[in-house]
């Protein structure tokens, strides 16, 4: 897959209010005693997203609503939340898995099922979605720029995110798994990074932060977040990616907020393949 030519170079942020809105990127921890990492990017004056917080050692939903609160400043603020939000399928998957499979299986970038009995009935995106709702914020994936204060959680996934803006023909495989060495995941940390270090060609712009640095001397829980961290700042991408291009041929929500929906960026070709997918699943053109 080419990566997309299209977004490169192409016309400057969107500008709606004064204050530049927050994109925040959460890698939630499916348990509450495993750490969560977060990233916070502002657009600057010279049009490149800035990492400006991070962190990677989260662990109740409180301690992420109290971050939050520390980067509030009465900005619209978007949440890229890389865990699914809304679950109301008891058993199986829900739509929104089965339609990005179709289209990302062969790049091995299909997410996993998520129901109510695999979470024993007690969803944490849900949960943090309720907490955060007393702040102003919805998970519905549907709004205006011109709203303001603009407050959204949206459930993102990085890997078809990676497939896509970096022009993958499969997933980075660095996650710790079983006969997978610590070399080979090293490699692709290396490929990980190269790629997040290219979105500064893309609009939007990210300004790779400074902390983007090889993991090679990171170990255990240090690099596992490490890695969380690398999964947070793709998340809030994620988040500036939609709020800038939107639903079209260069970003797609697959799902519905109903039923539970991924945002994913996407090329024209996956975005056609998304919609016929929906279509074919529900019946309903996104």
Not at 148 to 155: S, V, Y
Request: with cysteine; proline share 7%; charged share 20%.
């Amino acid at each position: 897959m080419d990566a997309l030519s299209l977004s490169r170079n192409s016309a400057s942020f969107p500008s709606t209010t004064a204050v530049p809105p927050l994109f925040i990127g959460i890698d939630l921890a499916w348990g509450a005693r495993a750490t969560t990492a977060a990233a916070t990017l502002q657009m600057q004056q010279n049009g490149m997203l800035l990492c400006t917080a991070q962190e990677q050692a989260l662990t109740s939903n409180s301690d992420i609503a109290e971050w939050l609160q520390r980067q509030d400043e009465g900005q619209s603020m978007l949440l890229g939340i890389d865990a699914p939000l809304r679950v109301p399928n008891l058993q199986g998957e829900r739509p929104c898995e089965s339609i990005l499979r179709r289209c990302f299986q062969k790049y091995q970038a299909g997410p996993h099922p998520a129901n109510r009995t695999l979470f024993r009935h007690r969803v944490r995106g849900e949960e943090l979605v309720a907490l955060l709702s007393e702040k102003g914020f919805s998970d519905n994936p549907h709004f205006s720029r011109k709203e303001h204060p603009l407050r959204r959680c949206l459930e993102v996934f990085p890997h078809p995110a990676h497939v896509v803006l970096f022009g993958l023909q499969r997933t980075l495989k660095y996650k710790a798994r079983q006969h997978r060495s610590l070399a080979e995941r090293m490699d692709e940390y290396e490929r990980l990074i190269e790629g997040l270090k290219s979105l500064q060609h893309y609009t939007p712009a990210l300004q790779p932060p400074a902390w983007l640095l090889t993991p090679r001397l990171l170990k255990g829980s240090a690099l596992k977040q490490y890695e969380d961290l690398l999964d947070a700042l793709m998340c809030a991408y994620v988040a500036a990616w939609y709020y800038h291009h939107g639903p079209g041929p260069l970003c797609a929500v697959a799902g519905s907020w109903q039923t539970g929906y991924i945002i994913t960026p996407a090329t024209p070709e996956l975005a056609a393949c998304l919609q016929q997918a929906q279509q074919n699943r529900t019946g309903v053109v996104p």
